[in-house]
């Protein structure tokens, strides 16, 4: 090596990754246009609509806001040379057509864009297979899917099977587990071509689900799907749940190479039946869903940083700040959630306030925390049975009346075992109740019946002009 090979290069010059975004079901483009504008380093966002008059729309948009192809002279190398014109490129470019045919047109790897956002009306089932092969190893996926009615609830299986692969839950925690079901779509489209998903934020909202996750290839995290995929038993009674996953994982570290080999195995089923083991009710199976961690940390937390930094920035700051900490804050290993409202209710006695009951679980060793996705709601790795448990503590001091009950019922099997042990509802510093700072994690409507509403009746508005 030469002299001049050796001394160290400081002539090199920095320049920041700008990245694509492809918006594939546009409307009017408004959020591509914000994307455009507000977002640094932003190279162009493609903005895709099959709608003609949605099209239309977004070009006018487009102009309106100063995004489209700009014409501008640059003057020549004389004073008397003509003008040549310099042609800008468009920063948000408009494209009519089919979605799928869009993303599959990018999905060779050098095509490929940073960004895909999918907000469809209703299911973004249909467009997760093209989404998945038309992102870059490293780039951002964000999925919206407003179907609550089929994937929170089970009045629509076979829809909720046909779309996602997975059958939704009959519990309150159904929210929760709608957010699993999308993942395991992601997780599962994307295993198909040898690449797998890493969700950095996954939230309920309102009455759809959002999802952001980053979509990478490589061979030993797609073998690593398996045990992040799960089938549940759940109770129809008290709602306990038992998981099973679908594989189990042994990885072995050769040295010196650090090269990683893993190895999967079939997933060991729970020791259940088709009775549940705390009150005898039928067990019902939902899933399979995504069971791994449903929020990075790491990010969320740069996240929640940022909105701080610059709160005045954003309009829903209040907002984006609690539901960030909520799910900074969630248990990421623990599926599901669990509400001593409900808990209580199955036992026909006084809830205990939310602080005894999350102090008890942590008096006993076990971790708790809250979950964005419903108010008044715990996780905790402790087990249902640990949890009635504590309930049934808490009657002793609370008695409740048992002379009217039913043998077959649920509270009546509940009440018949006696606690492991007592539990301690002396407050522990550590109580998630407890909060230093005041956010509003929880948000209320904004107005009064504030939803979907009932789908308009024009015979009965009809009827209401003419007198």
Not at 307 to 326: H, P, Q
Not at 340 to 350: D, Q, T
Request: charged share 25%.
């Amino acid at each position: 090596m030469t002299e001049e090979q050796k001394q160290p290069v400081n002539n090199l010059e920095y320049k920041e990754q700008k990245f694509v975004i492809l918006e594939a079901l546009s409307a009017t483009g408004l959020r591509s246009i914000r994307y455009a504008k507000e977002i640094p380093l932003v190279s162009y966002v493609i903005a895709n609509d099959l709608s003609p008059a949605a099209a239309a729309a977004m070009r006018r948009n487009v102009e309106l806001n100063g995004l489209g192809e700009q014409v501008e002279s640059v003057p020549g190398p004389s004073d008397n040379s003509a003008a040549k014109p310099k042609v800008k490129p468009a920063k948000v470019k408009v494209n009519e057509g089919d979605a799928c045919s869009l993303m599959y047109n990018h999905r060779v790897e050098r095509e490929r864009v940073d960004v895909v956002d999918l907000d469809p009306y209703g299911t973004a089932a249909p467009f997760v297979d093209a989404a998945v092969q038309c992102v870059k190893d490293g780039g951002l996926l964000c999925v919206t899917c407003t179907d609550l009615s089929v994937l929170a609830t089970v009045n629509y299986p076979e829809k909720c099977y046909s779309n996602y692969g997975g059958v939704p839950v009959r519990a309150e925690y159904c929210h929760e587990a709608a957010l699993r079901l999308v993942l395991h779509t992601l997780s599962t489209a994307a295993a198909r071509y040898g690449r797998y998903i890493h969700p950095l934020l996954s939230l309920s909202i309102d009455f759809y689900v959002r999802l952001w996750v980053r979509v990478g290839t490589q061979p030993n995290e797609v073998k690593r799907a398996v045990s992040k995929t799960s089938t549940f038993y759940v109770c129809s009674g008290c709602q306990a749940f038992y998981e099973q996953p679908f594989g189990r994982l042994t990885e072995t570290v050769h040295q010196p190479s650090g090269n990683v080999n893993i190895s999967v195995k079939a997933g060991v089923g729970p020791n259940v039946s088709d009775k549940c083991p705390e009150c005898n009710s039928t067990m019902h199976i939902a899933g399979p869903m995504w069971s791994g961690a449903i929020h990075d940390v790491d990010f969320v937390s740069r996240v929640l940083e940022h909105v701080v930094a610059n709160e005045s920035k954003y309009g829903t700051a209040t907002r984006m700040k609690g539901m960030l900490t909520l799910a900074k804050e969630e248990l990421p290993d623990t599926p599901f959630y669990f509400t001593p409202s409900r808990v209580a209710g199955n036992f026909h006695c006084i809830c205990p306030p939310l602080d005894d009951v999350a102090s008890a679980l942590l008096n006993a060793d076990h971790r708790v925390s809250r979950s964005h996705a419903l108010a008044g709601s715990l996780k905790t790795d402790a087990s249902r049975e640990d949890i009635h448990d504590v309930f049934r503590s808490w009657i002793k001091k609370h008695p409740v009346k048992t002379e009217c009950l039913s043998e077959q019922s649920v509270t009546f099997r509940l009440l018949q075992k006696e606690p492991k042990k007592e539990a301690n509802f002396k407050h522990h510093s550590e109580s998630v109740t407890a909060s230093k700072v005041n956010l509003v994690r929880y948000q209320m409507n904004p107005t009064p019946n504030w939803g979907p509403a009932q789908r308009a009746n024009s015979g009965k508005r009809k009827r209401e002009q003419e007198e």
